[in-house]
């Protein structure tokens, strides 16, 4: 196996030192969950800058995709909205913790530039993903909910009683709001785990799976735009809104007949039904906790309460669920190509 130079300079002994600086139970969970029998010969994360590098590369082309699409739909970004300056301060904040922090020498830095660069990536793609539906969206014609309907109706799903149900009983009304916002709580952990125990490759497979399942899921959607089953199949007096409430009946045909042409990223909203994208984080999330045994079953618990929140809290249809599924599965499966080839022509 090719070794290649760490990303970060961590002094020999900082490692024993940050572990053993807050619990020593702790410290062992956390190194169990990533340590096993098939790399515990090989220094967590040596052999990725590879993978982080085509990753950074990935990204850098995406952004470059959707400054085409925003111009093609006459588009943009205006800085300096007031509510994108935290964007703005959240940015500056990672790169003073990713580059400046390590030069102090606090035994804790290593773990948290590492994180900071991971939050930072999942933060951008993340922006990338949701800014993109906006110009994908004006650049379609037509909806496929009539056809999403058919596939729910076949497969026996009734949006309507699984809306009722939801509507009649407020405490499921709390919790769907709670889980389904819960989609940046799952990675700010996995992450979190993977800066302590310096497991680069698990941090950055995890984006790498997360980046593609975006495009996927974006590709997708630019195939069959739709408004969602709130809006298509509810007619009657709004007794409960979702979370994601109904802007898609309304800013799809704004946005096709370039009436808005600023993109608030301090207030962007979901436009993407199908495929569900918060079905495939919840598959990706799964995935990656279950190879952390002190995160398994919490993270289990949450994301598949995520998954049965998403048909109401996101007005998604099953199919589009399904199809979210498999955009996870689809991701998924090709950066482990990507890795099984890393490994067979010895670069990782």
């Not at 515990?40 to 950074?56: D, F, K, M, N, Y």
């Not at 309907?149 to 405490?171: E, K, M």
């Not at 909203?269 to 199908?274: E, H, M, Q, T």
Request: proline share 6%; with cysteine; charged share 10%.
């Amino acid at each position: 196996m090719t070794m290649t130079q760490r990303s970060w300079s961590v002094p020999a002994s900082s490692t024993a030192t940050s572990h053993g600086a807050i619990a020593p139970g702790l410290s062992a969970v956390l190194t169990a969950d990533f340590v096993d029998s098939a790399v515990v010969s090989a220094i967590p994360g040596e052999g990725w800058s590879l993978l982080r590098r085509h990753l950074l590369l990935a990204m850098a082309t995406s952004l470059a995709a959707l400054s085409a699409l925003m111009h093609l739909a006459e588009l943009r970004i205006d800085p300096w909205r007031a509510s994108n300056l935290p964007f703005c301060a959240a940015a500056v904040l990672a790169l003073v913790l990713r580059f400046g922090i390590p030069r102090t020498g606090w035994r804790h830095a290593a773990p948290l530039a590492r994180f900071s660069e991971y939050a930072a990536l999942f933060m951008v793609i993340s922006l990338m993903g949701a800014t993109a539906s906006y110009p994908v969206s004006g650049l379609t014609h037509g909806y496929a909910d009539a056809k999403l309907h058919r596939i729910d109706l076949a497969l026996g799903f009734d949006w309507i009683a699984w809306y009722n149900c939801v509507s009649a009983h407020p405490a499921l009304q709390v919790l769907g709001t709670v889980v389904y916002r819960s989609i940046y709580v799952t990675p700010a952990l996995l992450l979190g785990v993977a800066a302590w125990t310096g497991r680069h490759d698990r941090a950055y497979h995890f984006l790498a799976t997360f980046w593609l399942a975006a495009v996927i899921t974006l590709c997708l959607f630019s195939l069959m735009p739709a408004v969602g089953p709130f809006s298509y199949l509810w007619h009657g007096p709004i007794t409960y809104m979702p979370e994601s409430e109904l802007w898609q009946p309304g800013l799809i045909p704004a946005l096709r007949a370039h009436t808005v042409h600023v993109v608030d990223l301090g207030q962007l909203r979901g436009l993407v039904s199908a495929p569900s994208f918060h079905t495939a984080a919840a598959v990706l999330y799964i995935v990656a906790a279950w190879r952390v045994p002190s995160l398994r079953w919490p993270l289990l618990t949450l994301n598949v309460s995520m998954l049965l929140s998403t048909p109401v809290e996101g007005t998604h249809y099953l199919s589009d669920m399904i199809l979210g599924a498999i955009v996870a599965g689809t991701a998924l499966v090709l950066v482990g190509f990507y890795r099984n080839w890393l490994t067979e022509t010895g670069r990782a």
